[in-house]
């Protein structure tokens, strides 16, 4: 069988192992940092005061679209209203210390309605970091016809996604068949790569409305645009979405996690992630308290913070360096990378040499050599002429560069300024 895929990319590294590595839950620390924005769009209102006590699952802040639970019960010790987020963002933050107690908030009655229960445990759509409220009511309003369960690890065949669907199966299923109750799509998608399918018929019941499409393992097959091309022929302008074509994509994580909060009545307040211990040089799949300071996790995975010289969030390819241990395990967080020194990429000042290999990998069809060049000399009219704003910033390019160039960086410099640029002229 042909598989579907698209041309251009990285082909993922080959997995030493046959299946995803079970989960491990680590256990809650003693200390807690509950930044009160974990997503796209407003923070949310702080809901509890300093030396308030509060319950697991209880809700620590909130917005119109989403809301923050306590993964622990405790007592709230600090509000620090200038945490700086991962993006740089200020918001406030909750320091909360365990009691050690698993008591759990009881919900009422008028929460177990499915958008409130969505709205009370603070679900977003994982990948997008979209509150799911939001991107449910636009894909009821704009109507589905397809629905797509994205199942693909970024950079990684046996990630935490290929591992909730291959040692969580009915909870997966259920999920998705709960994400069908509320679009009605006609038809409903899972994509997985080719190497999870055997898997998934061997573990899963595979309800007949869902048609499991396996793809070939490439970076970055996961990307919604090359997602909905792979499995519908169909392309969409990027500054708009796939709900224009009746096409709606949520993540196998998000699925599962609506499985836990409605089947289940759990609050939403651990995260599944994969990490790559640098020693021994593995991959591990882990269900984190949300909250836990990346040092705990280190502690678990019984190293200590000498032995790490940078952590990544997100893909290796497109991830975010973290400039403290202290910083928390957030719903927008799917991977971290522990690198040691010498796994660090040096970035250069050599100049570019015209190989062209961004260009043959770029997936997007971009000439990045030229959107990096024009933006790190301002010339970002210039970026802009050669669409900048479609680059999907899967590092592709960065990658193969022979003189190391940060391609990706410049790109990101450059769309930052022309966005500055239009928003002033707009004025
Ligand atoms: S230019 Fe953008 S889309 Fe193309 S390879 Fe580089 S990061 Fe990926
Ligand atoms: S890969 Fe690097 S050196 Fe080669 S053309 Fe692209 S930017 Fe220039």
Redesign the pocket.
């Known amino acids: 069988m042909r598989l579907r895929s698209f041309s251009e990319g990285l082909l993922l590294p080959r997995s030493s192992r046959s299946e995803p590595q079970p989960f491990e839950h680590v256990p809650a620390p003693e200390t807690l940092f509950l930044p009160l924005k974990q997503h796209q769009g407003a923070g949310c209102r702080p809901l509890l005061k300093k030396e308030e006590t509060v319950q697991r699952g209880q809700a620590l802040g909130q917005s119109s679209e989403t809301t923050i639970q306590s993964p622990v019960t405790g007592q709230v010790v600090e509000v620090d209203k200038e945490f700086r987020n991962l993006y740089g963002t200020l918001t406030t933050s909750l320091t909360i210390t365990a009691s050690g107690e698993m008591e759990q908030t009881k919900q009422s009655p008028a929460e177990s309605a499915i958008m409130d229960r969505i709205l009370h445990c603070g679900v977003i759509d994982s990948g997008s970091a979209q509150p799911l409220l939001r991107k449910l009511s636009k894909s009821q309003e704009c109507g589905v016809r397809t629905l797509i369960i994205n199942g693909l690890d970024e950079f990684f065949i046996f990630g935490s996604r290929a591992a909730l669907l291959v040692h969580y199966p009915e909870q997966t299923m259920e999920g998705i068949q709960i994400l069908q109750h509320i679009l009605q799509p006609e038809v409903t998608y899972l994509a997985v790569y080719e190497q999870s399918l055997p898997l998934l018929r061997e573990h899963a019941a595979i309800p007949d409305s869902v048609s499991t499409i396996p793809l070939r393992a490439k970076h970055p097959q996961h990307k919604e645009p090359l997602l909905v091309s792979a499995l519908t022929g169909q392309e969409y302008p990027l500054e708009s979405s796939p709900l224009e074509l009746g096409i709606a994509s949520f993540s196998l994580e998000t699925a599962s996690t609506l499985a836990r909060i409605i089947q289940q009545n759990q609050p939403n307040t651990e995260k599944p992630l994969t990490v790559l211990d640098p020693e021994p040089e593995d991959q591990r799949n882990l269900i984190v308290p949300l909250g836990t300071p990346i040092k705990h996790l280190l502690q678990y995975l019984g190293r200590n913070s000498e032995s790490v010289a940078k952590v990544i969030v997100g893909g290796p390819l497109t991830g975010t360096a973290l400039s403290s241990l202290d910083y928390p395990v957030t719903k927008e967080m799917d991977q971290i990378h522990f690198q040691k020194a010498r796994d660090q990429i040096r970035f250069s000042s050599e100049v570019c040499i015209k190989c062209g290999y ?1 260009v043959e ?4 069809r ?1 000439m ?1 050599f030229l ?1 990096s060049g024009y933006s790190s000399t301002g010339l970002v009219d210039m970026a802009a002429n050669y669409d900048i704003f479609t ?8 990658y193969v560069c022979p003189v190391n160039i940060p ?2 960086q410049w ?1 990101q410099v450059g769309k930052s300024r022309l966005s500055t640029h239009i928003r002033n002229e707009a004025v």
């Open positions: 961004c990998v770029c997936p997007m971009l990045p959107l680059c999907i910033e899967c590092g592709c390019c960065a391609l990706v790109i």
